[in-house]
């Protein structure tokens, strides 16, 4: 399950990211997979809610964006989504292409931080 180590890389690089100083709690994780990654959705997450137990990341959501196959057709001149992985082939003039553009993507795109009010820790009265 290779997610767990694509879980392990996405927190250490959160974490080399946030400042020491970074006192507030990362709410999101913003990923973006291309479907090639061959990424199981529901793998990831639950390897991500494992390795975030005791972090900075702790209690973080994990948000992904999926990013279809997309060619770039030299006779069409432009690029199109792919309906599915079994055939690289313009969808439109029935071309083949080995000039994959999107699709092989694995990016942590952002940390969504909830800033820590320090009057908001203090007892109310």
């Known amino acids: 399950m290779h997610e767990l180590s694509v879980a392990q890389r996405l927190l250490e690089i959160a974490c080399e990211h946030l400042a020491p100083e970074d006192s507030g709690r990362v709410e ?43 060619i770039f057709c030299v006779p069409c001149n432009a690029c199109y989504p792919l309906p599915g992985i079994q055939s690289f082939r313009c969808p439109v ?27 908001s820790s203090s007892p109310s009265r």
């Open 28 to 70: 999101r994780v913003r990923v973006a997979i291309g479907t090639l990654t061959c990424i199981h959705e529901a793998s990831l997450r639950f390897a991500f809610e494992a390795v975030i137990v005791g972090t900075q990341l702790a209690g973080a959501q994990l948000e992904i964006r999926t990013i279809p196959v997309e």
């Open 93 to 119: 003039c029935d071309a083949p292409s080995s000039d994959l553009r999107h699709g092989n993507e694995l990016d942590l795109e952002s940390l969504v931080l909830q800033p820590c009010n320090p009057e």
